[in-house]
């Protein structure tokens, strides 16, 4: 029963999609791997297998296929023969519902299950694999990779459904000049694969085509983090550009979560020789040898003392956030830090905590982001293409 349950619900999303103004997203999935050969096995549906634009063959349920670099070509491979070998492979599903996994034959690397089209091309030495899906589809894989497939109220998965989606359409464009939509790492928005839960899918139909736009009707960044600390930042004070809906917003609701408080550890002869050596800092100089070594932050600010960017220090010291206060212990200084993320926009957890407490999806994007509203993306003139 469980398993037909979950299937009639996996389906809305593909008969959501087909409904609703078709949008196609390429995701170049493992991002950071660089790939020599792989596995394609289709899992549901059946494929349509082209090489160089010419088709090559049929692909069912549980067969496999093995691909491998050779130089700036790909080999075909099926039961160890070599089939061919081309420059770029495309596999379009033709049933109603595709999905396949695909195997990175790389040590550790876990197999993954992916919906629709899987394209695949050389790009330097290495093997470059595009999921080209329907954006709900996609959505509802973020959606699961940003949760961790947990059993949050389903309120919450229309807030992470909604803000995704934004996300998505607003950069559609971001890696235009790599051949392809967005990567699955968070340079992007995470994604680890196609939904698997039933919840998350039924909030993807049921928001499904809905963003968020500011006063304009322009679609917003929608940015997003795990935990803000207790308070959110504004959009200058992390990437230089002022927005009108990414504030500075008071946040009670993450303060009971793991990722709230932290603490970092440094030499006190090393943190200032980083400040002298990278930024010049005067740490001859009593008074600021003095500051730096009692920084102290009770709301956010944008920049350590003399002017040195909070983010930069966060990105050489690999911190959780840039939220901390220092202070000496002996010969070591002591990081005491709120939250983790980059703090700008939505706060994951305090998300998650508000939809428990009663607050519906629309009352939580409206306490992150200022000055929105929630509409349907064919509301909108943009025109989005492969």
Same mark, same amino acid.
């Given at each position: 029963?469980?398993?037909?349950?979950?299937?009639?619900?996996?389906?809305?999303?593909?008969?959501?999609?087909?409904?609703?103004?078709?949008?196609?997203? /390429?995701?170049?999935?493992?991002? !950071?791997?660089?790939?020599?050969?792989? $596995?394609?096995?289709?899992?549901?549906?059946?494929?349509? +297998?082209?090489?160089?634009?010419?088709?090559?063959?049929?692909?069912?349920?549980?067969?496999? *296929?093995?691909?491998?670099?050779?130089?700036? @070509?790909?080999?075909? $491979?099926?039961?160890?023969?070599? +089939?061919?070998? *081309?420059?770029?492979?495309?596999?379009?599903?033709?049933?109603?519902?595709?999905?396949?996994?695909?195997?990175?034959?790389?040590?550790?690397?876990?197999?993954?299950?992916?919906?629709?089209?899987?394209?695949?091309?050389?790009?330097?030495? @290495?093997?470059?694999?595009? !999921?080209?899906?329907?954006?709900?589809?996609?959505?509802?894989?973020?959606? %699961?990779?940003?949760?961790?497939?947990?059993?949050?109220?389903?309120?919450?998965?229309?807030?992470?459904?909604?803000?995704?989606?934004?996300?998505?359409?607003? !950069? &559609?464009?971001?890696?235009?000049?790599? =051949?392809?939509?967005?990567?699955?790492?968070?340079?992007?928005?995470?994604?680890? =694969?196609?939904?698997?839960?039933?919840?998350?899918?039924?909030?993807?139909?049921?928001?499904?085509?809905?963003?968020?736009? /500011?006063?304009?009707? %322009?679609?917003?960044?929608?940015?997003?983090?795990?935990?803000?600390? =207790?308070?959110?930042?504004?959009?200058?004070?992390?990437?230089?550009? #002022?927005?009108?809906?990414?504030?500075?917003?008071?946040?009670?609701?993450?303060?009971?979560?793991?990722?709230?408080?932290?603490?970092?550890?440094?030499?006190?002869?090393?943190?200032?020789?980083?400040?002298?050596?990278?930024?010049? &800092? #005067?740490?001859?100089? /009593?008074?600021?040898? !003095?500051?730096?070594?009692?920084?102290?932050?009770?709301?956010?600010?944008?920049?350590?003392?003399?002017?040195? #960017?909070?983010?930069?220090?966060?990105?050489?010291?690999?911190?959780?956030?840039?939220?901390?206060?220092?202070?000496?212990?002996?010969?070591?200084?002591?990081?005491? =830090?709120?939250? &983790?993320?980059?703090?700008?926009?939505?706060? %994951?957890?305090?998300?998650?905590?508000?939809?428990?407490?009663?607050?519906? *999806?629309?009352?939580?994007?409206?306490?992150?982001?200022?000055?929105?509203?929630?509409?349907? *993306?064919?509301?909108?003139?943009?025109?989005?293409? #492969?």
């Amino acid at each position: 029963m469980k398993i037909l349950q979950k299937f009639i619900l996996l389906t809305i999303i593909f008969f959501t999609a087909s409904q609703a103004k078709a949008v196609n997203i /390429d995701i170049n999935i493992f991002h !950071n791997e660089n790939l020599k050969k792989i $596995e394609f096995k289709v899992i549901s549906g059946k494929y349509s +297998l082209e090489g160089d634009n010419i088709k090559i063959a049929d692909i069912s349920k549980d067969e496999s *296929y093995r691909f491998r670099i050779l130089g700036d @070509s790909i080999v075909v $491979e099926k039961n160890a023969k070599a +089939l061919g070998t *081309y420059k770029f492979l495309k596999i379009i599903g033709v049933s109603f519902i595709n999905a396949f996994s695909f195997n990175p034959l790389k040590g550790n690397i876990k197999i993954r299950n992916y919906d629709d089209n899987f394209i695949l091309r050389v790009k330097g030495n @290495s093997l470059l694999a595009i !999921n080209s899906l329907d954006l709900e589809h996609y959505i509802a894989g973020v959606v %699961q990779s940003e949760s961790g497939g947990s059993n949050d109220d389903i309120e919450y998965f229309f807030v992470q459904a909604i803000i995704s989606r934004t996300y998505a359409l607003a !950069n &559609y464009l971001k890696h235009k000049e790599d =051949g392809y939509n967005l990567c699955d790492n968070t340079h992007c928005q995470y994604y680890m =694969g196609r939904c698997r839960n039933s919840d998350i899918a039924r909030a993807v139909a049921r928001t499904g085509g809905d963003v968020i736009v /500011d006063k304009n009707n %322009q679609m917003i960044s929608a940015a997003y983090h795990s935990n803000c600390g =207790g308070e959110t930042v504004n959009s200058e004070d992390i990437w230089g550009i #002022p927005t009108t809906y990414l504030k500075s917003v008071r946040d009670t609701f993450c303060n009971d979560f793991g990722n709230y408080n932290w603490k970092f550890k440094i030499n006190t002869d090393e943190f200032l020789k980083y400040l002298s050596f990278k930024y010049h &800092y #005067p740490i001859t100089d /009593d008074i600021m040898l !003095n500051k730096a070594t009692h920084f102290t932050q009770v709301n956010r600010k944008a920049n350590f003392e003399f002017s040195i #960017p909070l983010k930069n220090i966060r990105a050489d010291l690999k911190l959780k956030s840039t939220f901390f206060s220092i202070e000496p212990q002996g010969d070591m200084l002591i990081f005491h =830090g709120k939250g &983790y993320g980059h703090g700008v926009g939505l706060c %994951q957890q305090g998300a998650i905590n508000m939809v428990r407490l009663g607050y519906s *999806y629309q009352d939580v994007i409206k306490h992150y982001y200022k000055d929105v509203k929630i509409i349907n *993306y064919t509301e909108l003139k943009y025109k989005f293409a #492969p």
